[in-house]
């Protein structure tokens, strides 16, 4: 080999070495700000993105009034604090509300990203006062659940289906709806594609995204106007290695087109945390029997403030298919 030859080389062999600790580099402050769960997020405080709704939406009184209610009726109501194991090995927590009469009728209630489960009171008190027991889990790395990543809903699901199992363990005749907002909501669509007990009797999605890649690369461009490409490429590898999920493989999409429940898809159409267009995508990949409520004006997780005209719809379509 000639001496030019030997440059070339190892001048090759540096700029490999240099790239893929520059992508390893990348892959893992990606990680760290997405994926793990004790990370600071400063840049989505004060994010526009994350308003629930844009100036022109009127918000009715009795809405706010129903908001301050429920953080009063989350921690008033007796409830039971219950674990569940997770298949992982997991302690996951969730907060038990049973109705004072016996009733078959149960919600699992999924906070979003960064959340935990009692700060959805507005819909727990909602599906409460409707007869439903509700069942409120703090999804994994959030709230009191063990966990060093955030699952974006993908191994969440498998949490799902045993939080599912607990319920028609100790009621065999309980009739189920799944509930979730934001990554709540991708988490509901992603345990849509799971072999569910014949008890799940309907799902209600409001705002989830399509896969957990296709969510990150958007926000990729919008926080930081970066392209996905390689950047993505390289973090999912970190995500793969450190959390044990695939970023593509976590798809509502593709876990809706094998649902055998029937969804309700529920979106803002001023929504740009997770873009509207999203909610067709979704809509139209499922072949269940399933409807389409879109609020008009609401941002991001906002679609609760249309009042009655949101819950109508819920009951609306949940009752079709409760036999309760």
Not at 19 to 32: E, K, R, S, T
Not at 275 to 290: F, G, N, S
Request: with cysteine; hydrophobic share 40%; aromatic share 12%.
């Amino acid at each position: 080999m000639t001496r030019n030859m030997k440059i070339l080389l190892l001048s090759l062999i540096s700029f490999v070495i240099i790239v893929v600790g520059a992508l390893g580099f990348i892959g893992n402050y990606f990680y760290n700000i997405s994926i793990n769960p004790v990370t600071e997020r400063p840049f989505f405080d004060n994010n526009p993105d994350l308003d629930l709704a844009v100036p022109a939406m009127q918000v009715e009184e009795q809405v706010k009034q129903e908001g301050e209610r429920s953080k009063i009726w989350i921690e008033d109501t007796p409830h039971e604090n219950i674990t569940l194991i997770s298949h992982d090995g997991l302690k996951l927590r969730g907060y038990e509300y049973h109705q004072t009469e016996p009733s078959n009728r149960w919600v699992i209630v999924a906070h979003g990203y960064m959340g935990y489960g009692k700060q959805m009171a507005l819909s727990s008190m909602k599906f409460y006062e409707q007869g439903y027991n509700v069942l409120l889990v703090d999804l994994r790395g959030h709230g009191e659940s063990e966990g060093k990543y955030i699952g974006m809903g993908w191994h969440d699901r498998l949490d799902m289906v045993g939080w599912i199992n607990r319920i028609v363990e100790q009621d065999a005749q309980s009739e189920v709806v799944l509930y979730g907002v934001s990554m709540g909501g991708a988490t509901v669509m992603m345990t849509s594609g799971e072999d569910l007990p014949s008890n799940v009797k309907a799902i209600v999605e409001d705002c989830g995204y399509t896969s957990a890649y296709d969510e990150f690369s958007y926000q990729l461009k919008r926080l930081f106007n970066l392209p996905s490409f390689p950047i993505m490429t390289a973090s999912n590898v970190v995500v793969n290695f450190r959390a044990g999920y695939d970023l593509k493989e976590a798809s509502a999409l593709d876990q809706v087109a094998k649902s055998k429940t029937p969804i309700l898809f529920i979106h803002g159409d001023a929504d740009t945390f997770v873009p509207y267009e999203m909610v067709h995508q979704l809509y139209d990949a499922a072949k269940v029997e399933k409807d389409l409520l879109i609020i008009k004006d609401a941002g991001h997780g906002g679609a609760h403030l249309a009042g009655a005209a949101y819950w109508n719809k819920v009951w609306d379509f949940t009752n079709k298919y409760m036999e309760s």
